[in-house]
């Protein structure tokens, strides 16, 4: 038998977990709790849970922070993300945290059930709307990329120097050119990346992890 746990605030949501399980005969829902803190008194007194369904946002504390420290003190158990926002970021962070699967709280019965029966079989799970979220900002980024502007070995030394906070004048000294090519460069690099003063340019190029 599954001994499953689920952590939500949400009594609709509780009882419609519940009513969705309920005739499936190889799962039992031991017990519900609305807060982390009661979710950690649950588990410590109820060590044979197998399966958790954690919902992101409880009253006293995020949901990706519980499932981290469930995860640290219990390697076996299987725990299944929940929420209604699809968001890439959250759904990476909890598998990142140490959840094993990702759900949407309007998925149908038979995905969860899918879902269980996949973690349970130790797979990983996401919900066909997250795996396609997570797609789609793959490309993104991919595409983001793609359209870094290049620099050159030169713009390269003087951004660096210019990260340094180094006067014009000071540059080019360093550098054996004259101030006039070190601020050819930089508005050169200002055009590039569409900014429109030197700290601009250098948050900029640090996001897209130019250097």
Do not use: W
């Not at 001994?3 to 939500?8: P, W």
């Not at 005739?23 to 109820?46: P, Q």
């Not at 598998?95 to 269980?116: Q, S, V």
Request: include cysteine; aromatic fraction near 6%; hydrophobic fraction near 40%.
């Amino acid at each position: 038998m599954l001994k499953m746990l689920i952590i939500d605030d949400h009594p609709l949501v509780i009882d419609g977990i519940r009513t969705m399980v309920k005739n499936v005969e190889y799962i039992s829902v031991e017990g519900y709790a609305k807060t982390a803190r009661d979710a950690l008194s649950f588990l410590e007194d109820h060590p044979e849970i197998d399966l958790i369904l954690l919902d992101i946002n409880l009253p006293d504390r995020n949901g990706l922070d519980l499932c981290s420290e469930i995860r640290q003190h219990n390697k076996i158990v299987k725990i299944i993300g929940l929420s209604y926002a699809n968001e890439a970021g959250i759904t990476a962070q909890f598998l990142k945290n140490g959840a094993d699967g990702f759900l949407l709280k309007n998925m149908e019965r038979n995905e969860l059930i899918t879902a269980i029966d996949r973690v349970m079989a130790g797979g990983n799970y996401l919900s066909t709307a997250a795996n396609d979220k997570i797609i789609q900002q793959i490309r993104k980024f991919d595409s983001d990329i793609q359209n870094i502007p290049a620099l050159t070995r030169r713009e390269k030394e003087i951004l660096e120097l210019l990260a340094l906070v180094k006067r014009t004048s000071e540059i080019a000294e360093k550098l054996f050119l004259s101030n006039h090519t070190i601020d050819t460069h930089r508005k050169n690099m200002l055009q590039k990346f569409n900014v429109h003063n030197t700290q601009s340019l250098i948050n900029k190029v640090k996001e897209l992890g130019v250097f």
